[in-house]
T-cell receptor
Framework: QSVLTQPPSVSAAPGQKVTISCSGSSSNIGKNYVSWYQQFPGTAPKLLIY???KRPSGIPDRFSGSKSGTSATLGITGLQTGDEADYYCVAWDSSLSAVFGGGTKLTVL | VQLLESGGGLVQPGGSLRLSCAAS????????MSWVRQAPGKGLEWVSSISVSAKTYYADSVKGRFTISRDNSKNTLYLHMNSLRAEDTAVYYCAKAEQLERRQGGYFDYWGQGTLATVSS
């Protein structure tokens, strides 16, 4: 059981928008930054969003992040079939450990 | 930035393994580093981190069994794993950690391709 809670799967049609939620607590998301990662099968994760809503160089602005209280959300607009992947949220806990969400599988119908 | 893990393999329960991560393309000594693992078909799990000053952090699941270390002269990160259990079977990723000791926590900006450690008799 992961410390951060994500929906196991989400789906949407090409061109549409999808959001992935990440729920935590006051000891992690509530006081610390959230980052998001994209992982294709058999490959290493890739940083998508850091510090709640910042995008690294090279990440398109179709990807966005937000945080409110003890929850965070990843948004993806203009969905493409190439966005089909697993998405993970991460935050640091007050016990000085990084906690991951269980991951969300995105299907682009 | 390149991170290249090695050292994975098959080991019996109770055995030991040392993973290495060779780093290049950045000033290794100036950045914190981490290990993150992924059991077959499962999600990602943080294992351990080491700061620039070699302060170490561990997940409860590996505390007392795993040791993270770094050799800045060789630009290499290590994970010494002892008393291995079947549940330690996973792909182990090395990741560069930004802002590790910032009050609000850090993030993993670059990842290696991983090395598979299998614990089985």
């Amino acid at each position: 059981q992961s410390v951060l809670t994500q929906p196991p799967s989400v789906s949407a049609a090409p061109g549409q928008k999808v959001t992935i939620s990440c729920s935590g607590s006051s000891s992690n998301i509530g006081k610390n930054y959230v980052s998001w990662y994209q992982q294709f099968p058999g490959t290493a994760p890739k940083l998508l969003i850091y510090d709640n809503n910042k995008r690294p160089s090279g990440i398109p602005d179709r990807f966005s992040g937000s945080k409110s209280g003890t929850s965070a959300t990843l948004g993806i607009t203009g969905l493409q079939t190439g966005d089909e992947a697993d998405y993970y949220c991460v935050a640091w806990d007050s016990s000085l450990s990084a906690v991951f969400g269980g991951g969300t599988k995105l299907t682009v119908l | 930035v390149q991170l290249l893990e090695s050292g994975g393999g098959l080991v019996q329960p109770g055995g030991s393994l040392r993973l290495s991560c060779a780093a290049s393309g950045f000033t290794f000594s100036s950045y914190a580093m981490s290990w993150v693992r992924q059991a077959p078909g499962k999600g990602l799990e943080w294992v351990s981190s080491i700061s620039v000053s070699a302060k170490t952090y561990y997940a409860d699941s590996v505390k007392g069994r795993f040791t993270i270390s770094r050799d800045n002269s060789k630009n290499t990160l290590y994970l010494h794993m002892n008393s291995l259990r079947a549940e330690d079977t996973a792909v182990y990723y090395c990741a560069k950690a930004e802002q590790l000791e910032r009050r609000q926590g850090g993030y993993f900006d670059y990842w290696g391709q991983g090395t598979l450690a299998t614990v089985s008799s």
